[in-house]
């Protein structure tokens, strides 16, 4: 699901000199970088019942998903859905 709702949305990567992006750019816009993705996809996931947490360095982002009680990650880029 999440696969269909978030692929036809291109990714931009700023590094240090990005603009703010949000799910809503992902979702109506279809744009935006690892932040939008990673926020656009814990939308999907937890209106999916699934307990979600975003994790972030510096200049990265990305989603963590509990499925029977372990944690997996999911890049805030497309290259994982």
């Known amino acids: ?5 978030l692929s036809d949305a291109t990714f931009t990567d700023y590094g240090s000199a990005r603009s703010m992006y949000s799910a ?3 979702f ?3 744009k935006g970088d690892c932040d939008s ?3 656009a996809m814990q939308i999907v996931f937890d209106m999916n019942g699934f307990k979600t947490r975003l994790g972030y ?3 990265h982002a ?3 998903v509990q499925v029977s009680g372990k944690w997996y ?3 805030g880029s497309f290259n994982d859905i």
């Not at 699901?1 to 709702?5: C, E, G, N, T």
């Open 24 to 26: 809503y750019q992902i």
């Open 37 to 39: 993705m990673a926020h």
């Open 73 to 75: 990650s999911f890049e």
């Open 57 to 59: 360095t510096t200049h």
């Open 1 to 5: 699901m999440a696969q269909s709702i």
């Open 62 to 64: 990305w989603l963590e």
């Open 28 to 30: 109506y816009q279809h």
